[in-house]
């Protein structure tokens, strides 16, 4: 079995290439978004909507009804700079469409944006990345939303990004779990994408993931497998597995991807050799950068890494003003 024959997440945002759409369904130009905008955000996996209303709620959360009082009482109305969103720092840059969201949804003026890279892009330290002209005082109330979301997403692209590079030639794929910040799951996993891994299920709706505690509850692996199947027969079922003894159960039962919880190498390389093709393999637990070539090497198709959205460490981005040209 191929990775492109299962669609581990086959709904909203969740893979490559994914539009959250059908074809033909432009609902989610209705957002507030300037549509060129919201068609970018929606051509990169993205809903408008669901963007600008987290940019809201980061400026919202902001301002907490109030206004900027450092800026306006310091800015003049009528001033107009440019912003330069600069990178302090070398890695892979996520979510500057999202970034000129959170600005749109502050700027009372039209703003002009130049755009020097595309999410995805390596990037050095120095780099400039987007140069936005429009009111001072809004470039200034938007900086610190915008930033707290670009550095978050380029973070996670960066750390996506060194797994991908220890795994170039080896057939294996890195791939996220659903530890995710709460309302940003969506821009998490599109982080990961921009970084070169893939996306696990977005929900516990699209996929089902058969673990330790179904397990028991269920009494005993297959048992659990079997009742997933019947009571949902068209969505794609992983099973975590403890032992080689678990994996032939699971196997023979014909799910579609089985989880290898904390294997050594050995034993995934042997459960490479139990499975011989009948379903996709993920490697999940005891994983570090120095150890995922051995693991990816076995003949495993993914290596699941909950840090890559839960722990990475954000990539250093500023705002730099100077006056308009």
Known sequence: MSTDDLPLAPTGGCGDGCACGAEGDEEYLESGLDPALAELLAAAGLDPIEVE???????????????????????????????????REAGVVAGLRVAEAV???????????????????????????LSVTTRTRDLLTAERSALNIL??????????????????????RVRDTRKTTPGLRSLEKFAVRC?????????????????????????????AFKAVREAFPEVPIEVEVDTLHQLREVVDAGADLILLDNFTPGECAEAVGIVAGRALLEASGRL???T????AE?????????????????????LDLREAE
Request: hydrophobic share 45%.
């Open 288 to 290: 570090t950068l120095d």
């Open 298 to 318: 076995t003949g495993v198709d993914f290596l699941a890494v909950g840090a890559l959205t839960h722990s990475s460490p954000i990539l250093d981005i500023g």
């Open 151 to 172: 550095c978050r997403l380029s973070g996670i692209a960066t750390a996506t990004r060194a797994w991908a590079d220890v795994l170039e030639g080896t057939g294996a």
């Open 292 to 295: 995922a070539r051995a693991y």
């Open 103 to 129: 600005l749109s949804v502050v700027c009372t003026d039209e703003f002009e944006v130049e755009r020097h890279v595309e999410d995805g892009d390596r990037v050095e330290a120095g780099q400039k990345l």
């Open 195 to 223: 970084g070169g891994g893939v996306n696990h299920r977005m929900s516990l709706s699209d996929a089902a993931l058969v673990k330790d505690n179904h397990v028991v509850a269920a009494g005993g692996v297959a048992q």
């Open 53 to 87: 209303d987290i940019a809201n709620v980061a400026i919202q959360e902001d301002l907490d009804g109030g206004v900027d009082v450092t800026t306006v009482s310091t800015i003049p109305e009528d001033a107009v700079a440019t912003g330069d969103f600069t990178v």
